[in-house]
């Protein structure tokens, strides 16, 4: 029997989430078709972590055993030719028989975006959350600052979180700022330009905001939380040290909405050990 891992990269608009449920249509269901149809032989696959429906991964790493002798360098291709569009497996590697996606996983980042300008990105509207009207990045980074570090993190949890301990590790957490060049030509309108933004919206920023959240582990819907918390302290709704008293309060009533899940995707897993192609 071998181990392999594989790096998928899914858009979640139309799965019920990654991990396989009674009303089928998952992540996980596709590739276990998929893998079943190449190697002859139904194997459960065991993923890093779950994402809800409609929440995308850019990096999922999965893991199975199988008794296929099929050379690891032509699963990826072989894969891709049986799974729908939007599903696509990066690379396979053969790893340890110890090897787990999810318990092996040091770390994982989720990245939450939040376009700012007054249109949405046709383009990428699958992607995005879009709010039209300007946010406060720099008291949106005041506020994210206070979760950083281990915390009970019952205010940023759903109350249907089945987990009994609600300790967890922010690692990281940043916030960063795109413009986007295209979005430009809506100014050539003097009805919408940049002076009236800045006395409409004084001290806050048109764009594309990328919220970054690092940790060693995560609650059900704990950064989609943390997205709508922050959003409200762009919008001025409540100040950045806000944050701090309500991690403190440990009450789910008292952070913002659960930002809409499109926004949201499984950006990156670490490992101590790195898979390695062999």
């Known amino acids: 029997m071998r181990n392999i891992a594989l790096i998928v990269s899914y858009d979640g608009t139309d799965y019920y989430g990654f991990q396989s449920q009674p009303g089928g249509h998952t992540v996980q269901d596709k590739l276990e078709e998929a893998i079943a149809k190449l190697a002859g032989e139904r194997v459960p696959i065991m993923g890093s972590g779950r994402t809800d429906a409609g929440v995308h991964a850019r990096c999922q790493v999965v893991n199975f055993t199988t008794s296929s002798s099929i050379p690891i360098e032509r699963w990826a291709i072989a894969l891709n030719t049986r799974l729908p569009g939007d599903i696509v497996v990066q690379s396979a590697y053969l ?148 944050i701090a008293d309500i991690l403190a309060a440990r009450d789910r009533a008292l952070a913002g909405p659960t930002a809409v899940p499109h926004g949201l995707s499984l950006w990156e897993v670490v490992y101590e050990h790195l898979p390695s192609e062999t």
């Open 95 to 242: 790893v340890p028989g110890e090897f787990h996606a999810r318990h092996h996983a040091l770390s994982k980042t989720y990245r939450y975006t939040i376009n700012c300008n007054r249109v949405p990105d046709l383009f990428r509207r699958r992607y995005e959350f879009h709010h039209p009207t300007p946010l406060d990045v720099e008291a949106m980074r005041e506020g994210l600052a206070h979760l950083i570090g281990k915390h009970d993190f019952s205010t940023f949890t759903s109350p249907l979180s089945t987990k009994p301990n609600h300790v967890r590790t922010i690692l990281r957490a940043s916030l960063e700022l795109e413009s986007r060049p295209e979005a430009d030509s809506l100014y050539s309108n003097p009805v919408y330009n940049r002076e009236w933004d800045q006395r409409q919206y004084p001290g806050k920023s048109r764009g594309v905001i990328h919220l970054y959240v690092t940790g060693t582990g995560f609650l059900y819907n704990m950064v989609r939380i943390i997205a709508g918390t922050l959003i409200q302290v762009g919008e001025g709704k409540r100040p950045p040290e806000n």
